[in-house]
């Protein structure tokens, strides 16, 4: 029969951050609300910020700067402390600890998204990514399949696939950034985004109005040419056909207009059929 080897217990680790302030805890029950509160309840918050940077510097390298989320924990140590009633027993830091961690994952889950992602969405990511992590502890670099993260997590596939869209959603991206893994090519996002082209709007207007040109009578076909495709001023036209200027004018602003108003009429059954 083998021996039983029994490991002793080891005790806790007493962090150096962890002061003694169990007698101001009780003072500050019995204070009424004023000056000489608020100044303790300072002295408190002062002595245990070491405990709530500790908990902030565990969630650093996540897209936030360190700073930012020591203020975090900082208002979530705030919070524990004003909360926190010592004739219930409990000691201080199970009771904090919590309440900063909660206080900063909260910070994460409302304010650091780019675009709001739905609570449950964000969830859904943050399994996700640590089924990811677990199953990417092996030699291969690789993303599991979504079966495997649905069957490691308990999730179904579609709630998988929602979870690994979000992992890239977290951060958006600046359009100034290289577009490829090469930063060194000079190209950026931006140059691959595409730009309304004006000259479609042309081509479409060019087909549109082609049928009216050629109903046109011949003289009024010839002045639109002659004007807009030639160049000629009004005065040279009415030269070329042997009327006035000003019954040029008159025949362009007609010709425009009818062509207008027989394009219109045209489109209108399109865009009605489109409706």
Request: net charge neutral; charged share 30%.
């Amino acid at each position: 029969m083998c021996a039983v080897r029994y490991r002793p217990q080891r005790p806790r680790h007493h962090h150096a951050d962890a002061p003694d302030t169990t007698a101001d805890f009780q003072r500050l029950a019995e204070l009424a609300e004023g000056p000489e509160r608020d100044e303790l309840r300072d002295r408190i918050v002062r002595a245990w910020l070491p405990m709530a940077h500790r908990l902030a510097a565990k969630y650093r390298n996540r897209g936030e700067a360190l700073e930012d989320l020591e203020q975090v924990a900082a208002l979530g140590l705030i919070k524990a402390v004003e909360r926190y009633d010592p004739a219930q027993g409990t000691p201080f830091v199970p009771f904090a600890v919590p309440t900063i961690t909660g206080e900063i994952r909260r910070h994460f889950r409302d304010r650091t998204w780019d675009v709001h992602v739905p609570r449950r969405v964000q969830e859904l990511r943050n399994k996700v990514r640590a089924a990811v992590r677990e199953l990417s502890t092996g030699a291969e670099d690789r993303t599991p399949s979504t079966e495997a993260i649905a069957g490691h997590t308990g999730l179904s596939e579609e709630d998988v696939a929602a979870g690994l869209e979000a992992l890239e959603s977290f951060r958006s991206l600046s359009l100034d950034a290289a577009a490829g893994t090469d930063g060194d090519d000079g190209f950026s996002l931006l140059d691959t985004v595409g730009e309304h082209e004006t000259r479609y709007d042309t081509v479409v207007a060019r087909e549109a109005v082609k049928p009216c040109l050629r109903a046109l009578p011949e003289r009024q076909r010839k002045i639109l040419y002659l004007r807009f495709f030639r160049g000629m001023t009004q005065s040279r036209i009415g030269q070329e056909l042997g009327i006035s200027q000003m019954h040029v004018s008159r025949l362009l602003s007609k010709t425009c207009e009818q062509v207008r108003r027989q394009v219109e009429h045209d489109r209108r059954p399109a865009r009605a059929h489109a409706a």
